[in-house]
């Protein structure tokens, strides 16, 4: 199976992602190439969105790199997946959580290899970026289960991949962040800081690496519009309020971008489209702590 080329320009987000100048698109190419996933990577995603892709091809491809194959095992035999019986072997995982959670699994594994831990106090807190990353992709999946709306896997993708943009800048234009930072002081958050400095919001950037790694549009979507999603124009906008309020619930839960993290409050009718009524939430909630527990312990693994 080999890797296919990046869908054309229109094809982005269906027209949604417009870059303002040619510059700022020359930035994100290049943000993109340093930022991409390796090509095992991006053929895992294409075989588990594949119909022709079974079990079989899925392991082969998994088993070439071991150590994700390690990995994949004791994430599935950890607390966020629940599972009764401990899995010893790659075939019985795919069997037991089938071709999307495990392909969510090694993604999981891949973009962490991305980010290596903050070595300075001048940068963002990248463990607790990656960390937050993890509890909206996990709350998203909760919200779509609880809710049966849309495909719980795909939820916790958009939800892992949402901030992948601030992750990239931290990683790779460091030395604006001390700028970033100072800005906050002003009283902005950190994506609005963001765009002050750099003259773009991070969730275009990660909108953009998504699409050159060959995401649904519908998942790129969501992650550019996750902290507007009343301005999402497109078919796909279950999948983009499930991000925007797993992302709100997550913070406001304590497990925010940054420590002092202020939610971002989506409006009433983001919570009224999901049918998200007092009752229900009150339901959620009640899950939380479990959930971002579990979460925890399959980011330590």
């Excluded at 909206?136 to 795909?154: F, P």
């Amino acid at each position: 199976m080999t890797a296919t080329a990046n869908p054309s320009k229109d094809e982005l987000c269906q027209g949604t992602l417009q870059l303002p100048n040619e510059a700022l698109e020359t930035l994100f190419q290049r943000l993109s190439e340093l930022s991409s996933l390796p090509s095992i990577a991006l053929r895992i995603i294409e075989a588990a969105v594949d119909e022709a892709t079974d079990a079989e091809d899925l392991r082969q491809l998994i088993e070439k790199d071991p150590a994700l194959a390690a990995r994949i095992i004791r994430i599935v035999n950890s607390s966020f997946y629940g599972v009764r019986q401990e899995v010893a072997d790659l075939k019985s995982a795919i069997a037991l959580l089938g071709t999307k959670q495990i392909r969510n699994v090694a993604i999981t594994v891949f973009v962490s290899r991305q980010f290596s831990p903050s070595t300075n106090d001048t940068t963002l807190d990248r463990n607790q970026l990656w960390s937050h990353s993890m509890a909206v992709g996990a709350v998203a999946r909760l919200l779509s289960k609880t809710l049966n709306v849309g495909d719980a896997e795909e939820a916790y993708l958009a939800g892992l991949l949402h901030d992948m943009g601030l992750l990239i800048v931290d990683q790779h234009l460091a030395r604006h962040v001390p700028k970033i930072r100072a800005t906050m002081q002003e009283g902005v958050s950190l994506h609005v800081a963001v765009r002050n400095v750099l003259t773009f919001d991070p969730s275009q950037l990660g909108a953009y690496v998504a699409w050159r790694s060959r995401f649904p549009a519908r998942l790129v979507s969501a992650i550019e519009f996750h902290h507007k999603p009343e301005e999402y124009k497109g078919e796909e906008q279950d999948l983009t309020d499930l991000v925007a309020i797993s992302d709100y619930i997550a913070t406001r839960s304590d497990a925010g971008v940054l420590e002092d993290a202020k939610p971002v409050t989506p409006s009433d009718g983001v919570f009224e489209r999901l049918d998200l009524h007092d009752d229900r939430l009150s339901h959620i909630w009640s899950q939380i702590d479990e959930t971002l527990a579990a979460t925890k312990a399959m980011a330590a693994l």
